[in-house]
């Protein structure tokens, strides 16, 4: 049975709802180009047709206008998105089905088949516990936990259901599942979103329609420390497109969330400690049509990160998307750098300078108050931000610069009142890695320190030996480092694989150990998550 829109008791006949709908457009066309500019695009025998032009419009209208939505929900009161819009079903091609490499993985392993980009889940460590969220069978979401001290697991358990890859569509990873846990040990898993689905209606928080697919859903563990059963809580947008979460020093949860697809404004949600539900959002940017072409919209893409008990920076970019869907999709229109700092005490963004920030940011509030680096003057592609904490104090985030023949992590810093971009992220020693034949690596992927304690550290590495094989092992820092250049020995290689490819997240303590790592290991499509704790491979029992 088709999910109904929601709206107000009252009904609204055809004839009246598109005269009240004309007025609206006309009354405020005087003043909103992109009205001109989507008509255009309906009349255009090139574009989409005509009736997903009106849905368009519709949803503009509704986002942009609210005035406009009492009189559109009057009108689709009891009607299913096919009795409104005559448009065929989405056309979303569908992921095939892992092939004969799902058996070369090795065990050792603790999840069944993951479908979808490479990741390795999202963790929360309590009570000597590693409890493990990520996106399973279907994009359903999953959780596990691991006891560090008895080695023994519970679960994996279905913490609910997505929409995400039903009814044959391809796999999505926009919604993978956030955990966090309470004050009172309640579980709160977030998954699931890429813009809702057609009959979930017209989005009140956006100016752009949910043509993705997926709700965003919030579920709550039935008892607390107990992850074997979860019920979903009516709190959140279904509409919300990704997952991420921080848990303050008082308890309180903040999500941050883009609350619908490409063009539409980023939220926090807040749950405060006691609570199991959270409050309404807060709008923190909001999408614009460019004056000179308003087929082109300015919006975010953000990245928080909790640096202390009260504060989370946030650092984010800006993409130039537009209403065609076109997407180049070798740098996806992701330009500058920008830094805000929220203070949870008050729920207040301010900038470096410590400016309060009015809500929500447009493009032009955020260049005049918010820029760290201009990349459009540059030429750069910012593929991707996230805020840095220095060790000094100063204000910094790192972002992803990209030009014709390169891709690497850089830093900007703000120091004597100006921000200075294409520094180095300082920490980022180079690590030189041999092998347990005595040959120096070539290819090193990834190096994670597991514990300090100069020459007695351990890190875990990830490379690509001789033969190409992809190699996951551990390794031990040598005697003759240097401060420009840390040496280390590989002592043990757990996982070694041709044509394969590898991840890993540290779940550090709070002194900043690695207590365990998780590992991602996919060869073709087929795709599994490991546990290392203690020296070992920890697989379910």
């Keep these: ?18 005269a009240q709908r004309a007025a609206l457009i006309e009354a405020h066309s005087a003043q909103d180009p992109t009205f001109a500019a989507l008509q255009s695009e309906m009349e255009s025998e090139e574009s989409y047709s005509s009736e997903y032009w009106r849905w368009r419009i519709d949803q503009y209208l509704y986002g942009q206008y609210t005035e406009f939505q009492p009189i559109y929900d009057a009108f689709v009161r009891g009607k299913s998105f096919t009795q409104i819009y005559d448009l065929p079903a989405e056309d979303l091609a569908a992921t095939p089905e892992p092939g004969a490499e799902l058996t070369d993985l090795p065990e050792g392993f603790f999840t069944d088949n993951l ?38 697991w519970d679960g994996p358990y279905k913490a609910g259901h997505s929409t995400l890859s039903k009814d044959g569509r391809k796999v999505d990873s926009h919604g993978r599942p956030a955990i966090e846990q309470d004050s009172d040990g309640y579980f709160h898993i977030v998954y699931g979103g890429h813009g809702g689905e057609r009959e ?54 903040y999500f941050f969330t883009r609350a619908g697809t490409h063009k539409s404004p980023w939220v926090y949600y807040k749950m405060k400690s006691g609570s199991q ?43 130039e998307c537009n209403f065609k869907e076109i ?36 493009k032009a509030t955020a260049d ?29 985030a790192a972002y992803e610069a990209m030009g014709d023949d390169y891709r690497e992590w850089r830093m900007v810093v703000y120091e004597n009142g100006k921000w200075t971009h294409s520094l180095p ?22 190096h994670e320190t597991i514990k300090e304690g100069g020459s007695s550290a ?40 041709s044509k394969a490819s590898m991840q890993m997240h540290a779940v550090r303590n709070e002194a900043g150990e690695a207590e365990a790592l998780v590992l991602n290991v996919r060869k073709g499509s087929a795709q599994r998550l490991y546990l290392w704790h203690d020296g070992a491979l920890r697989p379910q029992n």
């Excluded at 740098?331 to 920008?338: A, E, G, L, M």
């Design 1 to 18: 049975m088709p999910f109904l829109f929601a709206c107000s008791k009252s009904t609204l006949s055809e004839e009246d709802y598109r």
């Design 115 to 152: 479908p979808g980009n490479v990741h390795t889940g999202k963790t929360v460590l309590a009570d000597g516990k590693v409890y493990i969220t990520y996106q399973g069978h279907l994009t359903d979401p999953y959780v596990a936990s691991y006891d560090l001290e008895n080695d023994t």
């Design 200 to 253: 979930d209606g017209l989005n009140p928080l956006s100016i752009d329609t949910p043509h993705a697919g997926g709700r965003m859903i919030h579920v709550v563990s039935e008892k607390p420390y107990d992850i074997s059963s979860f019920v979903e809580k009516d709190d959140i947008t279904p509409f919300a497109s990704y997952t991420a979460t921080c848990k303050m020093g008082n308890g309180d949860i």
């Design 277 to 319: 539900t959270f409050e309404p959002p807060v709008l923190i940017t909001w999408p614009v049509p460019q004056a000179d072409d308003p087929i082109h919209v300015d919006t975010f893409y953000i990245t928080p990160k909790k640096v202390s008990d009260t504060e989370i920076v946030v650092t984010y970019l800006w993409h």
């Design 327 to 362: 997407h180049d999709r070798t740098h996806y229109s992701r330009i500058n750098t920008y830094y805000m700092k929220l203070d949870t005490s008050d729920d207040t963004f301010y900038n470096v300078e410590g400016k309060k920030l009015p809500l929500p940011l447009t």
């Design 368 to 396: 005049e108050l918010t820029l760290a680096y201009n990349s459009s003057e540059t030429g750069e592609t910012c593929f991707g931000t996230r805020p840095l904490v220095l060790e000094d104090g100063r204000p910094a």
């Design 425 to 446: 992220i300082p920490g980022t020693k180079r690590n030189s890695v041999t092998d347990t034949s005595g040959r120096k690596i070539k290819s090193l992927l990834k």
């Design 458 to 497: 351990t890190a875990a590495v990830i490379y690509r030996n001789a033969a190409g094989e992809t190699v996951f092992a551990t390794a031990q820092k040598s005697a003759d480092s240097t401060p420009s250049e840390e040496a280390w020995t590989v002592d043990r290689e757990y996982l070694s694989l």
